[in-house]
């Protein structure tokens, strides 16, 4: 069966502070991969996508980038978080094909002080 | 760019109560999907419709997607505490990107 890891959990870290998320799929190969961003209580917004390892598609102009070193990893980073960045990062992945749903990670609460 | 608006944003009721909650679309879906999230976790989908005017259940769940493909309902019959979280709903769309709605968050109490 396929599994899902994103960690870490929570994380609070300093305005001005580099941040690196790490999320890894198992049981699969070639999945389409994402990174979404929820503000409290409400939608998901599209942050980074990738179909294949080094390809990556960016949706939001931000303070962020994606990485996809593996086929199986999927990394959220950034050289110096605002706090503008703070919320609940979910990574998640899909086979690709039509219509097919989403499998979610636990999610990362990050809180930018 | 596609905007999914659903309603209401909040709603609590009592257990055994009814409910609807909608999302509509800025245009077509290729897809709908709806979701549910409990707090501090990731979503879990629901169902897929795919058709206008479909109609599918889920035990105490059912499903309707308009005629149009441009919006659709969930229903809830006898609401249980277990019913809460936040409802979610998403376009497949194209390209391999989900677009998700603002969410309605629902609370059922005893």
């Known amino acids: 069966s396929q599994t899902i890891h994103q960690w870490p959990a929570t994380l609070v870290q300093p305005v001005g502070s580099p941040l690196s998320l790490e999320c890894t799929v198992e049981g699969t190969s070639n999945p389409n991969l994402y990174w979404y961003r929820q503000a409290a209580g409400r939608g998901l917004q599209l942050l980074f996508y990738?179909?294949?390892?080094?390809?990556i598609s960016s949706e939001v102009p931000q303070n962020l980038s994606a990485s996809r070193p593996q086929d199986r990893q999927f990394i959220l980073s950034s050289k110096k978080l605002l706090l503008s960045d703070s919320g609940f990062y979910l990574c998640a992945w899909t086979r690709g094909a039509t219509n097919e749903k989403l499998f979610f990670g636990s999610g990362t609460q990050l809180s930018v002080l | 760019t596609q905007l999914l608006e659903q309603s209401p944003q909040f709603l609590s009721i009592q257990e055994g109560e009814n409910l609807t909650v909608y999302c509509n679309s800025s245009s077509v879906f290729s897809s709908l999907q709806w979701y549910r999230q409990e707090p501090g976790e990731g979503p879990v989908l629901l169902v897929t419709?795919?058709?206008?005017?479909e109609v599918k259940k889920l035990k105490r769940l059912t499903f309707q997607f308009g005629d149009a493909r441009k919006d659709s309902s969930l229903h809830i019959t006898a609401a249980q505490p277990g019913d809460t979280g936040l409802y979610l709903c998403?376009?497949?769309?194209?390209?391999?990107?989900?677009?998700f709605g603002t969410g309605t968050r629902l609370q059922v109490t005893l």
């Open positions: 998403a376009d497949t769309g194209t390209a391999s990107k989900l677009t």
């Open positions: 419709v795919v058709t206008g005017g």
């Open positions: 990738s179909v294949g390892i080094g390809q």
